[in-house]
């Protein structure tokens, strides 16, 4: 079956843009996480959504980040007033409720010129 | 606040030897515990995983970790590596209280050479 799938694989994009990456989890998993990987470190937890609600989303680095989920199904994150420190993998992952294994994608790789 | 330790960071073997790796963790209470890889090019996948019972638990591809709460460790161990075991492990945990927040180690890259 379909796994979690990203979109886009790439983006760069320019020091202050707006940017939004999207997230299709697979069919029938209620929750649905975001984590940033940078390079040569492990995925760093962002926010996890059980549903349609944010469960938590004490790791979101500051007020630029915000991600959505409003019908229970895909994802949304996005980054306003990008900077450079931003760059990083972006991966996905969902789960058949949060004790469950989690499934990653193939994640969105940020580059901020 | 929790925080995982993967003691090695680049591990370089040749087939057939035994692997170890570590991983320490920092969390008072309660934890479930997780191994993931990845392949090159590919996803990251669960290996293994432990929430309670037997300390000693078996996963994919001949793989098994071992839990000792007192040290607060959950290593990974092989008896024999193969050329496709190169990859990155990662070593993960989450609170049982807040089973959504995976809490990732740096990750070890190990190399098996032919």
């Known amino acids: 079956g379909a796994g979690v799938s990203q979109t886009p694989s790439n983006k760069v994009t320019e020091k202050g843009k707006y940017v939004e990456l999207r997230c299709d989890p697979i069919?029938?998993?209620?929750?649905l996480y975001w984590y940033r990987q940078s390079l040569g470190q492990g995925p760093e937890f962002l926010i996890y959504?059980?549903?349609?609600?944010?469960?938590?989303d004490s790791g979101l680095p500051n007020d630029r980040f915000f991600a959505v989920r409003p019908e229970g199904s895909v994802s949304t994150l996005k980054i306003q007033r990008t900077e450079r420190g931003d760059s990083a993998v972006y991966l996905c992952?969902?789960?058949?409720?949060?004790?469950?294994?989690?499934?990653f994608g193939p994640g969105t790789r940020l580059t901020v010129l | 606040a929790q925080s995982v330790s993967q003691h090695n960071h680049h591990v370089i073997l040749s087939e057939a030897a035994s692997l170890e790796l570590g991983c320490n963790y920092s969390y008072g209470g309660t934890v479930n515990l997780f191994w993931y890889v990845q392949y090159p090019g590919q996803h990251l996948q669960l290996l293994l995983k432990?929430?309670?019972?037997?300390?000693l638990v078996k996963g994919i591809k001949g793989f098994e970790a071992e839990f000792i709460k007192s040290k607060f460790s959950f290593n990974l161990r092989k008896p024999s590596v193969q050329w496709s075991d190169t990859a990155e492990y990662f070593c993960?945990?989450?609170?049982?209280?807040?089973?959504?927040?995976?809490?990732f180690g740096q990750g070890t890259t190990l190399q098996v050479k032919p």
């Open positions: 992952a969902s789960s058949q409720g949060t004790i469950n294994e989690q499934f």
């Open positions: 432990y929430f309670s019972g037997d300390p």
């Open positions: 069919s029938g998993h209620t929750a």
């Open positions: 993960a945990v989450t609170p049982s209280s807040n089973t959504g927040k995976l809490i």
């Open positions: 959504f059980q549903g349609t609600g944010a469960a938590d």
